[in-house]
């Protein structure tokens, strides 16, 4: 059974960058049908896709957030990891890693088909 | 840009009584999925497609609905299925409502 785990700090300064990490069980990260995304809860902005990857690195951006944004793979370890610039206190949320299956991979629209837990972030000094 | 909106933002139910929700977007659009989200948990996908149940997604789960309007209705509401429940349109990239809550 597919298993997905967030990891990284839950405190992060304000202009800091955030950073995070997926690791990917019970199944193939390499699968040529699925992408890797995140996702964040907050309650003021609700669910909101930050960014995906497929395996061989292709990757997909909210644009609203691009500017700030780097996610990357390592098929390796089975792990994919978001970098978050310049971060404030609007970027404090739950945030969760996901498989994510596109329905057209050249713009990375799809669904969300299994979900990690999710890790709290807290941007405060 | 696309937006969302569902309707409404909280529905009484009953257990055993059928629930409509619904879901509108500002463009026409097939590219809707539903999510069911309880307390402390992740959201998890119901229906994909508009009207595609997800793997082992009960029965009772149905979608419809095309264009702008969208509805997903529970058939015979079991204590289980008091939560959030999200669409999500993916007609260029994920994008998602602000959710109603079924209690």
Redesign the interface.
Known sequence: QLRLQESGPGLVKPSETLSLTCTVSGGSIRSSSYLWGWIRQSPGKGLEWIASIYYSGNTYYNPSLRSRLTISIDTSTKEFSLKMSSVTAADTALYYCARHEYFDFWSGSGWFDSWGQGTLVTVSS | EMELTQSPATLSVSPGESATLSCRTSQSTN?L?W?QQKPG?????LI?GASTR??GVPARFIGGGSGTDFTLTISSLQSEDFAVY?C?Q??????????TKVD
């Open positions: 590219f999925a999510y948990q992740a959201p998890r996908l994909y997800a793997t999200y999500q993916y007609d260029k990239w994920p994008f998602f409502g602000p959710g």
